[in-house]
């Protein structure tokens, strides 16, 4: 194969202005993100820092319309820079969501003209962190258990209850947190409010220490007679569905695109390793089956990476589907494991070293395909639109 033709493949039918932003952040997140990654999980620490890094470049808000100071981007935009912080460093990568994900994209999305005009300027300059609360101790896979209760009272809304597994809430500035506002079983009674962090009877609970992704702040939630004023209620009982569309973009270009890059991450590293690495009087990367072992790996990432970057080019043409967003986050996160494992055991002892990558690697990964609906969750959803004759080719 020609040079050329390598770039072709390497590039996805790329615009040149995207491949410009793709290596821009690149040698940002290479020069400021990557020599801090082991870091940042060593110590639980949310590397915040690198956010403002991203704003002095104007690499937050990507989505949010200029009008509110953001880039007005597409979501392939979103894709590539995210990919790339999340190559440097997964926890900067979850972290740019804060700016780029669920809250921030349900804001514009669904907020009202005061609600997106309060909050957007700031999130577009990462002056202000969002979080997104659903999951409580008995609402994993079945949100439509949420108990926490918001109930109305004379200009305000009080809530009680707790949430928990919320990612960024140790940094975060601004909740967007589903709540039970009717008596009404399931969805039907669930509605959001916006909570800022020093609302009183609101207090970020005790630090959830996972296997991976340590430095994304996360934490339980507790809410004790919180009382917000009635118009930081973001969305009545009713319309989970609209609430759930919005924020099909998110679910591909957050957790998936994260697991792509940290699998990127992974593979380059590991052929470099075996190139250094003599045994038997010769580098491992001269064994044919650990050649072969590469091979798989290659082809693993370039399917997951086509499938993702179609994905979103189909959103961005008005084309969203959830059979798309559902197979490309449930084969992305599997094909990250696969990857990242292969990895750890293709460095022998040192793949299970703090002094080396490829741990970190599989553990930041491995929760991806837990959080953001499960794997199993989503296997659910592709296996409806087949069955209800949805899906065809
Ligand atoms: C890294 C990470 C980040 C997260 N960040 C956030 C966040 O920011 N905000 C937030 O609100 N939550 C967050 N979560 C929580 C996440 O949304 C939940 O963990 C997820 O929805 C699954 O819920 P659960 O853990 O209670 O598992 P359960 O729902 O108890 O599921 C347990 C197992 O049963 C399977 N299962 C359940 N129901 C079905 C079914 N109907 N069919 C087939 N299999 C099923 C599941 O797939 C899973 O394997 C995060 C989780 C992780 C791991």
């Not at 957790?255 to 990127?264: M, Y």
Request: hydrophobic share 40%.
């Amino acid at each position: 194969m020609s040079s050329g033709e390598g770039q072709a493949v390497r590039d996805h039918g790329l615009t040149e202005q995207q491949r410009m932003i793709r290596d821009s952040v690149r040698a940002l997140a290479c020069t400021h993100f990557q020599p801090g990654a082991a870091r940042a999980d060593r110590e639980y620490r949310p590397p915040v820092e690198n956010l403002q890094v991203l704003a002095r470049h104007g690499f937050t808000g990507l989505f949010i319309p200029p009008a509110y100071g953001g880039a007005g981007l597409g979501l392939m935009e979103n894709v590539l820079v995210a990919e790339e912080i999340a190559r440097a460093c997964a926890n900067t990568g979850i972290l740019f969501s804060c700016t780029d994900g669920a809250a921030p994209r349900a804001i514009a999305g669904l907020g009202t003209e005061a609600q997106k005009a309060k909050y957007l300027p700031r999130i577009a300059k990462a002056e202000m962190l969002t979080a997104w609360s659903m999951s409580e101790p008995d609402a994993g896979s079945d949100v439509g258990n949420v108990q926490c209760r918001a109930v109305p009272e004379g200009e305000s809304v009080v809530i009680n209850g707790s949430k928990l597994w919320c990612t960024a809430a140790q940094v975060a500035d601004l909740f967007l947190v589903l709540v039970r506002m009717t008596p009404e079983p399931g969805m039907k009674g669930v509605g959001a409010v916006l909570v800022e962090r020093g609302t009183p009877g609101f207090t970020v609970g005790k630090h959830l220490d996972l296997l991976g992704l340590r430095g994304t702040g996360m934490a339980e939630l507790v809410f004790q007679d919180c009382r917000i004023p009635a118009d930081q209620v973001f969305l009545e009982a009713g319309r989970m569905r609209e609430l759930l569309a919005v924020l099909d973009a998110d679910r591909l270009s957050g957790n998936p695109t994260i697991c792509l890059g940290v699998a990127q991450a992974a593979f380059e590293s590991i052929v470099g390793y075996l190139r250094e690495r003599i045994q038997f009087g010769r580098p491992l990367a001269e064994q044919q089956g650990l050649q072969w072992k590469l091979a798989e790996m290659a082809m693993d990432i370039e399917a997951a990476r086509a499938l993702l970057y179609r994905a979103a080019m189909r959103v961005d043409e008005g084309r969203a589907s959830v059979v798309d967003t559902s197979i490309t986050k449930a084969f992305v996160n599997q094909m990250s494991v696969r990857v990242t494992n292969e990895a750890v055991q293709l460095a022998g002892a040192c793949g299970l070293s703090q002094e080396y990558p490829y741990e970190r690697h599989y553990r930041d990964v491995r929760g991806m395909s837990i959080g953001y609906g499960t794997i199993e969750i989503h296997k659910n959803s592709i296996a409806r639109e087949i069955l209800s004759g949805r899906y065809s080719n």
